[in-house]
């Protein structure tokens, strides 16, 4: 591979030396984790602008760092609805959520569902938020092994394997505490790298940045997409938007990486601060790798020798996928068929590695991948660390021994954060064989796994009369409903059923979903009540 050959021991060192210090911090806090309160809420004393630096840096893992330059180099801004959303979500969140985790003193997201609904409510949504972690988990781990495979030409999957017993490892060191700590200072890193990149990117071309701008926008590459109010089967403008509101909503509101944070804040005002803090910060920074995606559509039209590069590496990455080596016979014509197959969809994701790999300075190129890492390092060790708390507090504590010791606590937050490293690593390692836009599969995954659980906490709050069996009932018709629209979408779902599939974009899965459950419950809720008040026949 090209990259092998660039990198020099300069850039070594820059990345050796990112990975001490972020495992140092990590040991310098291994002491003050002998609580659980400790490995959980970090005592509830930390400011809001270090919790929301750590929001931002949770929200902008490798799924923004590489995805969404790969989405704007394919297509256009259209993801940019998504974090338009943003702010109306955070208020939202601030208003209703937070004061409802701040009173409640427990550091569980779900308890509330199980003091509204039942210990039925908790479960489920606990373990779907499990699910939901290990696909994160599996997603972003990918996206940080995709450059190592880029730069070094290594196996993704012995890379995908390394990096994660590295986070595993760091994660198991460190408690919320040095997991936020070290998310601001990935953010300071991400900034830095993309900022560097950016700058090399718009001064590299002959005419300068304005050669880039009016390249990409001779190609619609700034458009925010459709704006059709009622074509609901594609991503337009307001589909993404709406999907925006309802998934950034189920992260603000009821994530329990984002809740922990609110709980580890020092007072209420400070846990809103962290929300705003976090929320707003991400709404130009996702701007920023968009326009790095806009600039590398312009950079490679400008550049095709380059581009043919990216396509070589893409068609061998596919052959790896396909489980054929380089000394099989036919090798070589088999990936000259690939590469002239190759769209430009196929190159998206892996346009930003190449480009760190083949034109940053010294020393830069490191600093870069010490990015990539830090903005996966700091997405994966929050799921690992909101994962073990909910296993100990949902399922341990609350199920199987509530009068256990804060020893026995550790011991299971710990252990827990090993198995989730583990299994979102092969959940890792089973996505490389997928080769579509891994920001499309990530969305598609978020809103199927989160659907139903947003839903269950509006219904709760918009809802108030209804409970017991009636809550049931609508949770089953909402996860029917997810299902059908979810599956309808897929290659799985049989041909001669078409007539019946559904007419909505996979996007809006998680706006349907808890939409028509909130109506439901309403529903169910009036009947009741119009029920009770018939008068009795004397």
Not at 84 to 111: D, H, K, N, Q, T
Not at 516 to 528: P, Q, V
Request: proline share 4%; hydrophobic share 55%.
């Amino acid at each position: 591979m090209i990259a092998a050959v660039f990198f020099t021991g300069v850039d070594w060192f820059v990345l050796l030396g990112y990975f001490v210090a972020i495992m140092a911090l990590g040991l310098f806090f291994w002491r003050r984790n002998n609580t659980a309160d400790q490995f959980t809420a970090g005592g509830r004393t930390l400011p809001g602008w270090l919790c929301g630096l750590s929001i931002f840096a949770t929200y902008l893992s490798s799924i923004s760092y590489l995805a969404l330059p790969g989405k704007a180099f394919v297509d256009n801004w259209n993801a940019f609805a998504f974090s338009l959303a943003l702010p109306f979500a955070a208020a939202i969140a601030v208003r209703f959520f937070l004061p409802l985790y701040r009173r409640s003193g427990e550091v569980s997201a779900y308890s509330l569902l199980e003091n509204r609904f039942g210990l039925w409510a908790r479960l489920y949504a606990s373990c779907f938020y499990l699910l939901f972690q290990i696909a994160r988990i599996g997603v972003v781990m990918y996206l940080m092994a995709l450059p190592m495979a880029v730069l070094f030409g290594w196996d993704i999957r012995i890379v995908i394997i390394v990096t994660g017993i590295i986070v595993t490892i760091y994660s198991f060191v460190g408690g919320i505490v040095a997991v936020i700590w070290a998310d601001a200072i990935q953010a300071v890193v991400l900034l830095a790298g993309a900022l560097l990149a950016l700058g090399i990117l718009l001064f590299d071309m002959p005419g300068g940045p304005s050669e880039v701008i009016e390249v990409a926008n001779s190609h619609d590459k700034f458009s925010l997409g459709s704006t059709s109010l009622f074509d609901v089967s594609q991503p337009t403008l307001w589909v993404v938007l709406a999907y925006g509101l309802f998934d950034n909503l189920r992260n603000f509101g009821v994530d329990q990486s984002y809740v922990q944070r609110y709980i580890a804040a020092s007072s209420d005002r400070e846990a809103a601060k962290s929300v705003w803090f976090g929320a707003l910060l991400y709404v130009p920074v996702s701007a920023l790798f968009l326009f790095i995606g806009s600039s590398l559509f312009a950079y490679y039209e400008s550049h095709p020798e380059q581009t043919q590069e990216v396509r070589v590496i893409v068609a061998e990455q596919k052959m790896m996928q396909a489980g054929i080596a380089p000394d099989a016979p036919e090798y070589t014509a088999q990936l000259n068929e690939t590469i002239d197959g190759l769209t430009e969809k196929d190159l998206g994701d892996r346009v930003f590695p190449h480009f760190i790999a083949a034109n940053l300075p010294t020393g830069a190129r490191g600093l870069l991948i010490a990015a990539v890492f830090a903005a996966a390092m700091s997405t994966v060790s929050t799921s690992l660390n909101s994962s073990a708390t909910l296993v100990m507090s949902d399922f341990y504590k609350r199920l199987f021994r509530p009068e256990s010791s804060d020893s026995e606590h550790v011991y299971v937050l710990r252990a827990s954060t090993v198995a989730w490293g583990a299994m979102g690593t092969v959940m890792a390692l089973a996505l490389v064989r997928l080769t579509e836009s891994v920001l499309d599969i990530w969305w598609m995954l978020s809103g199927v796994l989160g659907a139903a659980i947003i839903g269950l906490f509006l219904l709760g709050i918009m809802v108030p009369k209804i409970r017991g069996a009636a809550a049931v009932l609508v949770l089953f018709d909402g996860m029917l409903l997810i299902a059908w629209m979810a599956a309808s979408k897929t290659d799985y779902w049989p041909s001669q059923w078409s007539d019946v599939a559904s007419p909505f974009h996979p996007l809006l899965v998680i706006v349907i979903g808890p939409t028509a459950m909130i109506l439901l419950g309403w529903i169910l809720s009036k009947l009741r009540s119009d029920k009770k008040s018939v008068p009795t026949p004397e």
